[in-house]
């Protein structure tokens, strides 16, 4: 009888065992499940995020190419000599959209480049 509940005991613990070790490796593919869903999020935000940068970038070039436009033709005037573009600096200026800089999405270099382009496109800052 003594040897039964001993091998009844051995057979638990060795039941527990199998169960603590069964538990342990669903744990551990639980984890490794949520780590790759993470990592293939930061690799979806990080494509989101460059593909939003690439945008702002393009946006940026078409706003100081349109700058630097009305910047050339401030001068012309019609045949008479009267300039019909008194209000294009406001308006221009207006429509630039320098969203300010966020230290977690934007990149510096980029930034300040836009900030550059801007201050050039509406002479902000004549160097001498």
Do not use: W
């Not at 780590?35 to 940026?60: F, G, H, P, T, W």
């Amino acid at each position: 009888m003594r040897e039964s509940k001993e091998e009844n005991d051995r057979i638990e613990a060795e039941k527990e065992r199998v169960f603590q070790l069964e538990k342990l490796k669903f744990e551990r593919e639980e984890k490794d499940r949520a780590e790759r869903e993470k990592e293939r999020n930061y690799e979806l935000e990080k494509i989101r995020l460059e593909k939003d940068v690439e945008i702002q970038r393009i946006r940026s070039e078409h706003e100081f190419r349109i700058a630097e436009e009305n910047r050339q033709n401030e001068g012309h005037g019609d045949a008479n000599g009267i300039n019909h573009n008194n209000g294009a600096r406001p308006a221009a200026m207006k429509a630039l959209k320098l969203h300010p800089f966020n230290e977690d999405k934007d990149d510096l270099d980029a930034y300040l480049t836009r900030f550059e382009r801007a201050c050039t496109a509406f002479d902000v800052c004549r160097r001498s």
